[in-house]
């Protein structure tokens, strides 16, 4: 066991899996030697060298498209947009092409690749380099969507990520990257995909979170604990394939269900979560099904007074929980 | 006879010479421009019988296709093709049979198993990339394609081909500028035919040559014209020889025409004088490939006879094939969404294999 | 009063408008000469000219891009992209400068654009001549999302688009272009956004649809009419803005709830609407908040057996609604 | 004092002839270099007294700003920046109070009232488009400004300005190309500074000269040295004329050097040699812009000295100024997500104005 940052996980992860495998390449804007813009891939090109670690231009659209061609000839590419809030150039080749090789062609072609994004806000970055963009992503057949809020998961999710034979959508929340440490085993372990986690066991409320929420809502349970309010905390950590069994065994047990997420409200992930709770559970819920989300505003402002406005945070977290356990 | 190059020892004629080919390559190549003619007219023929919904065409691009192709190691290097290189993929290794099973949308079509529009060829095997609809997608895929080659010390070429309408995309750009960064063995080639559906080049395209926009990236831009199959295939040639001895990125553009409406639901008519399309009928690749190889004396009363009952009958005997095929079962709609079942959603209440999972609320 | 098909409504609305105001302008690939690929925009090149009706390049970024451009400069552009599945290469100057130009100079801009595209398959059209592409865009605040079902609706919310002064997209079911037929005023007349409409009362089941969903919507309540469901089914027209009081309305009513949409069902637009209900109608349910809608595949498949498996039916809605009145 | 070129009758050295200029112009010009270098040094240190995360700044590219910029009608004519482009906008009419309220994020920033990142400058009123983050995005709203002038029949001249980085961004070829086939009044300006962050231009950039792209374009294309201010001067002005007469776009690359790190979060010398760097601080337009000027006898150590003086106290006003504005309401921070508030969603439970419509289960 030795302890690591959310972000020396990721580092890891990728080195190990880079010398385990000689088809795993990194491609990305500043990945080289800069080591990306969050250091995640720092260290990678003086191992592996040009041919494994390429600078890319700066161009999102480019950077997936090859990586799915590369893909197709035998790579297994990760490659890094800078920011989530800049992968929407490359959204088309994410959607319309990643997603749907292997269907179009009844298993033909395979798309074997990662894309990994730092997310989300509350660091600072304003309009475009805060944004929560899973999402757009969940509601995409073909595409496997992961979050991790562990050093653990971190690292372990992303090397199953690398051996997927599908294309994986792998969003790291940057608050998270030196905030949070936790042990990470030696060996070499993963973590599968589409795989929820209880974090905390509880009886009254479900809260289901992923990503930085998962933190904040472990933060929430705490200080609702002491009022004698006891949640269990579902970090769903895979977002599609989505483990329907842990999150609804978690609701008909408590009956109640909170959903938590960063990203603005109105058609975010986390109105799926309430669609299957409330349609799967509904013999079980003495309570509505309810959202705790982002304002919808079209993302967050830079001023802290109204970033700090916009962030979900534990007080607010645990606001929602003291009404949704009251009701 | 096979559509092949593979260089039989046979007489060479000074035309063949002059390309350095035989004159069995000259007549397989002719042979795979004619078999592709009679296809796509069958496709035509069965769309206006009720039989096809949709037939979308490379009438007018076979001999760029066909010329450009031929240099290629088929099933080896790689092409990134679109919807009319119906020649190319014959050309790549695909069968009549195969292409009138994208046709008719049948469960056995190796491109998609009648999930996609005829048209969208693909083949892993022939190193085909399926053709998706959105236009120029491809080209950072063959891009893709041929960093992997080079990151893993192959020598394979790896060429996109597309419409000089889809060269304005975005992505053009982006893939040719990496691809010249690293000279990557990669060739974009463009089948200008001058329109973009009903869009004429001056509207679409600020130069008159897609080809003047290489230097721009460093790159060498060939003119070449689609009705001179030889010199498609030198320019080809070339480009393959450049691109596979590290010597970068190539871009060639055929200047061809469209014989047919866009597709199946277009009227040319409208957009296009009697004038302009009669201009087009003059630039039939076809026929001038044809008196080419009769003034050469390669071509033959008697081959071309021979070769017009062979077509026909492989014309025939895919049609009959293909149809007879059965559709797709609706329960094999769920396949293929990912590797592994795992990753699946579950099924909808209609579909044959659901039930076990109720979709409908746990009643 | 005049009958008039969903697409010669279109026509008549675009053109009526163009009229009225001269900063109205038509961009899009084939919209000159050619008056589109399904003939939407007939006739405008011959009335309008060059300078009003611009057939671009093939280049969706740009058509959407320079909209915004002259948007900014006065105009009103009207855009138009061939196939919705075809909008993707333009989503980074949708979500990121459409939507957010208003919010990011504090009101300083303002994008008066309507984008209409045509979506839905049933028509043969196969992965990417198929798709519903509204729940991309329903989740980003800035925009406003229009899906109208009648020939009335379409000219009237057109109107109304075409003036709002934020960028609106106009999805248009193309299987209802030629085969949906009903009464259009002759005067000039609008209908605002944001307000649904009751196509049917009905007491015990609330049906929700949008677009080619409500004809089926509409067929299926009479299906099981004579067998005793009395179905209720609300038209929400405009998806964004939502108007929560008639869905909500209707809702408590019934007590049931059937949302029905023809994109992937996981992360569609439906969720968003059965996450409300289930949160804000949630005293009022006497079964679960359901939903019907396409199978989780990445789009539609081509071949006629398989692209009936995916479509939605008045068939497959009944059977849905059988069980939720049975529940 | 005023920023400005309008030309009051004053002395006119040879050097101010050369480019059709007078010496106040010139000492108009050299005096925003100056207010633009001297804002920017402010900000870094507001950033390392910890008093702004975050400071982008266009240190080594205000030469080139400047004399592109100069040509423009302010307020008539259209810029689309860049987060660069302090001097650009500085000479399209901001204020030193403007850039410092957005430095500040406060809620009288005319820019977007705190919103938006430091560096994201725009205004409506001073036809200043509004910066984003996403790169590249602009030259598609300048090139959409264009085609509306020229419907509108106005002669508005409409300028996009980005690094060589972003001009390999798929927007900027579907840019060009629409404007070139239209003739637009359109500029493109890439300030080149030969990196993107850390990536070094032969890896981004499969070309040397960003303007030699221009060709394929068929527009012309134009390489200027950003420390000849004079160079970029009479380049934006002939571009400009060439627009505004009907003449259609030009691209112009300047050639500047990037004196800072590419940001407050970045560490150049992780990346760059100390020989690099050097290179780049030769290459400061400041010095070799005053040398030019004194030689010329246009600039005096009596004006330096009074230019100083004045300059110390803007930036000083703008900075306590600044400091001391208030930040925005939460309060406001729902306003302005449509033009009118039909179309808005429920306030989140925490927002002040909420309650009266509860968010939460309606208990
Ligand atoms: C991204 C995208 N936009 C629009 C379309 C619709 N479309 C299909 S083919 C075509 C014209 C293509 O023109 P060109 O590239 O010149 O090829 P051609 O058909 O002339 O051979 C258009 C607009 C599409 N398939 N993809
Ligand atoms: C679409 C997009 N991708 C990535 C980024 C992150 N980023 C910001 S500036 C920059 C480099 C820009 O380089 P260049 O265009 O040469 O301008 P310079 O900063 O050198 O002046 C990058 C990669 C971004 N802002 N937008
Ligand atoms: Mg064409
Ligand atoms: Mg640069």
Not at chain 1, 127 to 141: K, N
Not at chain 2, 99 to 125: C, I, N, T, W
Not at chain 2, 168 to 191: K, S, T
Not at chain 2, 225 to 234: E, I, K, P, Q, W
């Amino acid at each position: 066991m030795t302890t690591r940052t959310l972000i020396e996980a990721i580092r890891d992860g990728l080195s190990e899996e880079m010398r385990r495998d000689p088809t795993v390449v990194v491609m990305g804007e500043d990945v080289g030697k800069k080591g990306g813009v969050f250091l995640a891939t720092d260290g990678l090109w003086a191992e592996f060298g040009d041919n494994r670690v390429i600078d890319t231009p700066l161009t999102e659209s480019m950077i997936v498209g090859t990586s799915i061609g590369a893909a197709l000839n035998g790579l297994r590419p990760v490659a890094e947009i800078q920011f989530a809030d800049f992968i929407h150039p490359a959204f088309n080749q994410i959607v319309s092409e990643a997603a749907r090789l292997r269907y179009r062609t009844q298993g033909g072609f395979a798309v074997p690749m990662v894309i990994r994004a730092p997310y989300g806000g509350g660091v600072h970055g304003a309009l475009y380099h805060s944004q929560s963009v899973e999402a757009f992503f969940t509601h995409v057949p073909g595409l496997k969507v992961v979050v991790p809020s562990t050093p653990y998961d971190a690292k372990g999710l992303l090397r199953s990520s690398i051996r997927d034979d599908d294309p994986v959508l792998f969003f790291e929340h940057k608050r998270m990257y030196r905030s949070v440490r936790g042990d990470v085993p030696d060996g070499e372990y993963t973590v599968p995909l589409g795989r929820a986690a209880i974090r905390r066991q509880g009886r009254q409320v479900t809260l289901v979170a992923y990503g930085l929420m998962v933190a904040f809502g472990l933060e929430a349970a705490e200080q609702v604990a002491g009022e004698g309010i006891d949640v269990e905390v579902v970090d769903l950590r895979s977002l599609r394939p989505l483990d329907r069994e842990t999150l609804l065994g978690s609701v008909r047990k408590t009956g109640k269900c909170l959903v938590a997420y960063e990203d603005n409200r109105f058609g975010g992930y986390g109105a799926e979560i309430a669609a299957i709770v409330a349609e799967e559970a509904f013999d079980f819920l003495d309570g509505p099904v309810s959202r705790i989300a982002g304002p919808d505003v079209p993302a967050m402002p830079y001023n802290h007074v109204l970033e700090d406005w916009f962030m979900l945070s534990p007080a607010k977290i645990a606001d929602a929980i003291r009404r949704l356990a009251a009701y | 006879m096979t559509v092949t190059g593979d260089g039989r020892n046979t007489a060479t004629s000074p035309l063949a010479a002059s390309a350095g080919l035989t004159d069995d390559d000259l007549l397989a190549m002719y042979r795979t421009v004619l078999l592709s003619r009679a296809i796509d007219e069958r496709m035509w023929v069965l769309n206006r019988a009720g039989k096809a919904p949709f037939v979308i065409s490379g009438q007018g691009h076979e001999g760029a296709q066909v010329g450009l192709a031929w240099p290629l190691r088929r099933g080896y290097d790689w092409i990134a093709p679109f919807y009319r290189s119906i020649t190319t993929c014959l050309a790549f290794g695909m069968t009549a049979r195969d292409l009138m099973l994208a046709q008719f949308a049948k469960a056995s079509d190796v491109s998609s198993g009648g999930r996609q529009m005829p048209g969208h060829y693909g083949s892993m095997e022939r190193h085909i990339v399926s053709v998706s609809s959105p236009v120029a997608t491809q080209i950072l895929h063959a891009v893709g394609i041929a960093l992997a080659s080079r990151i893993k010390g192959e020598d394979a070429v790896s060429v996109a081909i597309m419409g000089e309408g889809s060269s304005n995309q975005g992505d053009v750009h982006e893939g040719l500028n990496f691809a010249a960064i690293h000279r990557l063995p990669f060739i974009l080639v463009i089948e200008n035919n001058g329109y973009a559906i009903s869009v004429p080049a001056e509207k679409e395209l600020s130069v008159k040559d897609v080809a003047s926009r290489a230097s721009g990236y460093g790159v060498p831009g060939v003119i070449v014209d689609g009705t001179d199959v030889l010199a498609c295939y030198r320019a080809g040639r070339d480009a393959v020889e450049r691109a596979r001895s590290g010597g970068g990125p190539t871009l060639i553009e055929a200047k061809v025409t469209r014989l047919t409406a866009h597709s199946s639901d277009d009227q040319q008519t409208k957009y296009r004088s009697e004038d302009d399309l009669a201009q087009g009928r003059a630039h039939d690749p076809l026929p001038i490939f044809r008196e080419q190889l009769r003034d050469a004396g390669v071509l033959t009363d008697e081959l071309e006879a021979s070769m017009a009952d062979e077509i026909r009958s492989i014309v025939e005997d895919a049609t009959t094939f293909a149809e007879g095929e059965p559709d797709a079962e609706p329960s094999t709609a769920l396949d293929h969404v990912y590797g592994d079942a795992t990753g699946a959603e579950p099924a909808p209440p209609w579909h044959p294999s659901a039930g076990a999972r109720s979709e409908g609320p746990a009643a």
